[in-house]
């Protein structure tokens, strides 16, 4: 069956590094793949998505690319700030028309001043 | 654009109550809204998924009569704990999905229950 596999946390980081949480799946057909932040107390925010092979998702500094060959969906920000600090889930969805996501277990980032 | 609003944020009552969280897409329509739990930490867990004028499909494991979901027009779904209890004490998350098959996703702010 479908699935996501998300790098475990947390990941601390101090102020201006650079951050990747890995993504990988598994799919049959051509998923959508997308990455959520989600904030203390709060829902999920769509951070950016890649609907096909080499796209490109990109949004806030962040960006990830559709990989097929590698089946991956790295989240990457080159210089990160205190206010990235939240969880964030990688998520596929498998265009079979039930439109529903495989979730990752989320990644926690904690950004140090 | 793509707002999708939650009520009530929070939810504090007695246990035999009965609560209803609602769920609007404020600018969309959806045809498909979703409904989540979340335990503390973890990752989303997918109870149902509600169209819109027909009845919720629910996951396995997810108790229909207890979790009760109502989707009747295009911007609206309700999900009601019936008789609930403290281990239906949690944070449920709803989401939409705008029309067309390559559209995501947007999440409610979620609303944490508490049952007493």
């Known amino acids: 069956g479908n699935s996501v596999t998300q790098m475990e946390g947390p990941v601390t980081l101090s102020e201006e590094a650079f951050l990747t949480i890995n993504c990988t799946y598994t799919?049959?057909?051509?998923?959508?793949l997308f990455w959520y932040v989600q904030y203390p107390g709060e829902g999920l925010q769509l951070l950016l998505k890649a609907t096909k092979a080499d796209d490109k998702g990109s949004n806030k500094g962040f960006e990830a690319t559709y990989r097929k060959e590698t089946t991956s969906f790295h989240l990457e920000k080159g210089s990160v700030q205190v206010s990235d600090s939240a969880v964030y889930f990688c998520?596929?969805?498998?265009?079979?028309?039930?439109?529903?996501?495989?979730f990752g277990t989320g990644t926690r980032l904690k950004v140090l001043a | 654009g793509a707002v999708v609003s939650q009520h009530p944020s929070w939810v504090i009552c007695k246990s035999g109550t009965s609560v209803k969280i609602e769920c609007r897409s404020l600018?969309?329509?959806?045809?498909?809204m979703f409904w989540y739990r979340q335990f503390p930490k973890q990752s989303l867990m997918l109870m149902a998924t509600s169209n819109e004028g027909s009845k919720a499909t629910y996951e396995q494991g997810v108790e229909k009569d207890k979790f009760l979901i109502n989707h009747a027009s295009l911007t609206l779904s309700t999900l009601t704990v019936t008789s609930a209890h403290p281990e239906d004490s949690s944070f449920y998350i709803c989401s939409a999905k705008d029309v067309g098959a390559n559209q995501p996703q947007h999440f409610g702010d979620g609303t944490r229950l508490s049952i007493l």
């Open positions: 799919a049959t057909g051509y998923p959508s």
């Open positions: 998520a596929l969805s498998d265009g079979s028309g039930t439109y529903k996501y495989i």
């Open positions: 600018d969309f329509q959806a045809t498909t």
